[in-house]
C-alpha cells in the first residue's frame, strides 16, 4: 500500500514561517512527481509547488514557499515563510507517477496519489 504521511502543520502569526514534510511509504519518491497542495474551506484544491527534474511554484507562493526533497530519507518538504492568513488551509502532499522532464505540473488531476493533509492555519 502506497503511503504518504503529511506533518509540520499548525497555528503560526502572519509572517511567519513552518516547515511541511512528506513521508513516503512503499515507494521511492526519487523517480516521481511530487506535489504539494492545499484546500481552504469552500474552495477547491489549489496546486502550490512540485518537484521532479525540475520545481514549479504557483504565483501565489513564489519567493515564499521552497519545495525540497531528502532522497536518502525518502521525504519531501515545503519550507513555507512569510505566510498569510490566505495561505490558511489544509495542506496535501501528492504523488505524479509520471517523472517529468519538462515543467512539472500544479493541476491536482495529474496527481494519483495523495496524503491525508495537514492543517495550517496562519491568524493573529
Known amino acids: 500500500q502506497l503511503q504518504l504521511v503529511e506533518s509540520g502543520g499548525g497555528l503560526v502569526q502572519p509572517g511567519g514561517s513552518l516547515r511541511l514534510s512528506c513521508a513516503a511509504s512503499?515507494?521511492?519518491?526519487?523517480?516521481?512527481?511530487i506535489g504539494w497542495f492545499r484546500q481552504a474551506p469552500g474552495k477547491e484544491r489549489e496546486g502550490g509547488s512540485c518537484?521532479?527534474?525540475?520545481?514549479n511554484y504557483a504565483d501565489s507562493v513564489k519567493g515564499r514557499f521552497t519545495i525540497s526533497r531528502d532522497n536518502a530519507k525518502n521525504m519531501v518538504y515545503l519550507q513555507m515563510n512569510s505566510l498569510r492568513p490566505e495561505d490558511t488551509a489544509i495542506y496535501y502532499c501528492?504523488?505524479?507517477?509520471?517523472?517529468?522532464?519538462?515543467?512539472?505540473?500544479?493541476?491536482?488531476?495529474?496527481?494519483?496519489?495523495w496524503g491525508q493533509g495537514t492543517q495550517v492555519t496562519v491568524s493573529s
Open positions: 501528492a504523488v505524479d507517477p509520471e517523472y517529468r522532464f519538462s515543467l512539472c505540473k500544479l493541476d491536482a488531476y495529474e496527481y494519483h496519489y
Open positions: 512503499e515507494f521511492t519518491l526519487d523517480y516521481y512527481t
Open positions: 518537484i521532479s527534474s525540475n520545481t
